[in-house]
Structure formats: structure tokens, C-alpha cells
């Protein structure tokens, strides 16, 4: 009896430990993409060096252009990546109208692309979209806003002079319908059109006589100018806010990584990612460096 005892209890001890090793051994594995842009490198760092610290064995497969990331996702050669709920909307899904409430097209992104498996958590509150942006020191003069902008403009006619790249003011959504959206009165001669990327030195270079530049409202070029980004106090421009989209079998596997990434949606704001890109882009810093640096100055790794 004392025998037959001693082999269940031995029994007992070697099933625990045979399934206390197979837990330990199970690996938590994904793949993440990034886009091919400053910021898109910047934000899948951001999200393998959480997961990473995290317990996650991350393996990284970034640089990819929008259409050809969003085949990866569809095809699982990637299982996740941040997208932006603008392109989601307009280039993914074919919608012919803006939903101007961020939230609202989160949820509304999301309801869609459930039907092709993928699911968006993680929704980050900054804005990548088209901007007009003016010298920090005219704030005085043209205001924050374009809707001060626009009475400015509108009352001193001929005088306010706007660069901007030949898409932005060739585009249907472009700067037509931006000017008659907020009722700003201008002329053909009031538009100096050039190669985007040229608009920040030119309004800079006061010799140009720019007074407004279209820019990218999360560019490190903003800090490198001194440049105010302008309210877009009315919402024309389309919603850009940057969410992780996510194949569904692989958020059901791992649901964890919501709260593991939900710190980014609280700290990362328009400012941070303007300085994030600024690093990159002006200092020559590397990406996952500069990743790195801030989220150990949140407090968010050790």
C-alpha cells in the first residue's frame, strides 16, 4: 500500500513538471511590420520594444510601403502593425466621405476590417495629416487657427502669400476646398507652388515672401523651423490617428498586448512624435535609439 503510495505521488510529480515545462517552453511570437517612413519606424519600435519587455520573442519585418504592409497583414506574413485610420478609410475601404470625429472613424475602421479578420486597438491621439503652419513670431499677427487665419487673410487681401505642394493644391480635398471650407478669399497670385519638402525653408527664407506653408502636422521639420502648426479648429482635414491593426486570431491568442501597448495611446502626443521624427530626421539618430530613449524617459521600460 505504502509502495503503490509513493508511485502516485511520483506520478503526480513528474505530470506537474512535465506540464510546468511545456508552459515555460510555449513561446509568445509576433511579427510586426512598420511602414516605410521615419515615423512609421518609430512606432514599431515603440511597440516591439514594449512587447519585447514584455515576453514577447518580436520579429520585426519593416520599411514597407501602405498598400504592400496592408497585403502582408491580409496574407499573415505580418500579424500586426501601425496603420493610420485616414488611409484605413479613403484607401483600404474606397469611402467617398470624411468622418470627422476621430473616434467615431476608429470605430467605424474597425467595424470594417473586422470583416477581413483584422481588428484595431491601441488608437493614438495624434493627427498625420496636411496642416498650414506660419513663423512662430507671426502667431501675433495671423493668430493660432485658421479660422483667424482666414480673417486675417480675408482683410488683407493680396497680402498673405501661401506655399504650397502642387498635389495639396491640385487635389479635389486640397487647398480650394480647404479656403472654401473656412471662407478664406485668395487669388491665383496668392499660391506659389513647389516640390513638398521646399515649403518649410521657403517660408523661413523671408526673402521668398511666404507668409503660410502647407506642411505634414507631425514632421520634424516643424522643430527644426520654429514653425506653428494652425489649428485646424473647424476639422477639415481627414483624421490620420495611427491604431495597431491586428489579425484577430493573433489579438485572440495574445489579448495582453492591448495593455501592454495602452501606455502609447496615453503619453505619445503631437509634440513628442514631432521631436521623435525631429531626432531621426535632422539629428541623425537611429530610430530604434530614439524609441528607446523615450520610453525610458516615461518611466515605461527600465
Request: proline share 2%; aromatic share 14%; net charge neutral.
Amino acid at each position: 500500500m505504502k509502495k503503490l503510495f509513493i508511485i502516485i505521488l511520483l506520478s503526480i510529480f513528474i505530470t506537474i513538471g512535465f506540464f510546468g515545462c511545456t508552459k515555460k517552453a510555449e513561446k509568445k511570437i509576433i511579427t510586426l511590420g512598420a511602414k516605410a517612413f521615419t515615423e512609421g519606424y518609430i512606432l514599431g519600435h515603440l511597440a516591439s520594444i514594449l512587447l519585447s519587455s514584455n515576453g514577447f520573442e518580436v520579429k520585426e519585418n519593416f520599411g514597407m510601403q501602405t498598400f504592400i504592409i496592408r497585403e502582408a497583414l491580409l496574407t499573415s506574413q505580418i500579424d500586426a502593425y501601425y496603420e493610420y485610420t485616414g488611409t484605413a478609410w479613403s484607401a483600404f475601404f474606397k469611402k467617398g466621405y470624411l468622418i470627422r470625429d476621430p473616434i467615431e472613424l476608429f470605430n467605424e475602421v474597425n467595424k470594417e476590417d473586422m470583416k477581413n479578420g483584422i481588428i484595431w486597438i491601441n488608437r493614438i491621439d495624434f493627427n498625420d495629416t496636411y496642416a498650414l503652419a506660419i513663423r512662430e513670431e507671426d502667431k501675433e499677427k495671423f493668430g493660432k487657427s485658421l479660422s483667424s487665419l482666414a480673417n486675417y487673410v480675408n482683410k488683407n487681401q493680396g497680402k498673405v502669400k501661401f506655399a504650397i505642394d502642387h498635389e495639396f493644391y491640385e487635389r479635389p480635398d486640397g487647398f480650394d476646398s480647404l479656403a472654401k471650407f473656412y471662407g478664406i478669399k485668395y487669388s491665383k497670385n496668392d499660391i506659389i507652388t513647389m516640390d513638398i519638402g521646399l515649403t518649410y525653408p521657403a517660408i523661413v527664407d523671408k526673402t521668398k515672401g511666404i507668409d503660410v506653408a502647407m506642411v505634414f502636422s507631425t514632421d520634424g521639420q516643424l522643430k527644426k523651423y520654429n514653425l506653428l502648426v494652425l489649428e485646424d479648429d473647424k476639422n477639415f482635414f481627414p483624421i490620420y490617428n495611427p491604431g495597431l491593426a491586428i489579425r484577430k486570431e493573433i489579438f485572440d491568442k495574445y489579448p495582453e498586448i492591448e495593455k501592454i501597448l495602452a501606455p502609447l495611446n496615453k503619453v505619445l502626443t503631437s509634440d513628442d512624435i514631432i521631436y521623435l521624427n525631429y531626432q531621426v530626421d535632422v539629428l541623425g539618430k537611429d530610430e530604434r535609439e530614439v524609441a528607446l530613449e523615450y520610453l525610458k524617459s516615461k518611466g515605461l521600460i527600465k
